[in-house]
């Protein structure tokens, strides 16, 4: 299994607050996204890194900042919380853009109440 | 834009059926990646395919086979002689390759189809 976590697993916070998720791989992959999953929607992107200090936005990316200062650590930060950003957050990695396939980490289960 | 279409939301049948997930795919690039994902009920998501666009054949691993055909853009999936351990959710994705709204900002999913296999 490629060696990614996420931390916190679960974390239940009030509107408003802000917070932050980490994502950490060992594998040394150039590429690193984070999607959020809900039903009825699948997986949708928020925000990819393509190296250090590079990154982009993806398709729900409001509301979402990204930093990555090396290369094993993306976090995704959510300045003020609501309740329509509880979901449930997968971090994913990948070593070659486009056609390789991406490993993703455990998931971080966020409920704002 | 890029999409993927699984418009089976639930499907349900008894152990050793074979069943058929569907997966119709949209994109206007000629060079693309199809993958298959699986998120049992515990939660993490598992790789089991990758197709690209220029293979157009089958391929077979166990109990698992894949049917890409680009003429009706789609890339379905059968589970023969199913078991209960194969009930998850399964999720089609899409990638486009290079950077033109592709291949770098990620895969385009499914929202996914839940199977149930009762013993």
């Known amino acids: 299994d490629a060696g990614i976590t996420q931390s916190p697993r679960h974390k239940v916070t009030e509107t408003g607050t802000p917070v932050t998720l980490r994502c950490h791989q060992t594998e040394n992959h150039r590429y690193m996204y984070w999607y959020r999953q809900d039903p009825g929607h699948g997986l949708r992107l928020i925000h990819y890194s393509y190296g250090v200090k590079d990154t982009d936005k993806g398709e729900v990316s409001d509301g979402y900042s990204v930093s990555r200062s090396k290369t094993e650590d993306f976090l995704l930060t959510l300045e003020s919380a609501t309740s329509s950003q509880t979901s449930v957050y997968f971090c994913?990695?990948?070593?070659?853009?486009?056609?390789?396939?991406?490993?993703f980490g455990p998931g971080t289960r966020l409920t704002v109440l | 834009a890029q999409k993927v279409t699984q418009a089976q939301t639930e499907i349900s049948v008894v152990e050793k059926e074979d069943v058929t997930l569907d997966c119709v795919y949209e994109t206007r690039d000629t060079t693309y990646y199809l993958f298959w994902y699986k998120q049992p009920p515990s939660g993490e998501l598992g790789f089991l395919i990758r197709r690209n666009s220029f293979d157009e054949q089958n391929e077979i691993s166990g109990r698992y086979s894949w049917n890409f055909q680009k003429s009706t853009s789609s890339f379905n999936f059968t589970i023969t002689a199913s078991q209960v351990v194969d009930s998850a959710v399964y999720f089609c994705?899409?990638?486009?390759?290079?950077?033109?709204?592709?291949?770098?900002?990620?895969?385009?999913f499914g929202k996914g189809t839940h199977l149930i296999i009762q013993p």
């Open positions: 994913a990695i990948s070593d070659v853009i486009g056609g390789n396939e991406q490993f």
């Open positions: 994705a899409l990638s486009e390759a290079g950077y033109s709204g592709g291949g770098a900002d990620g895969l385009t």
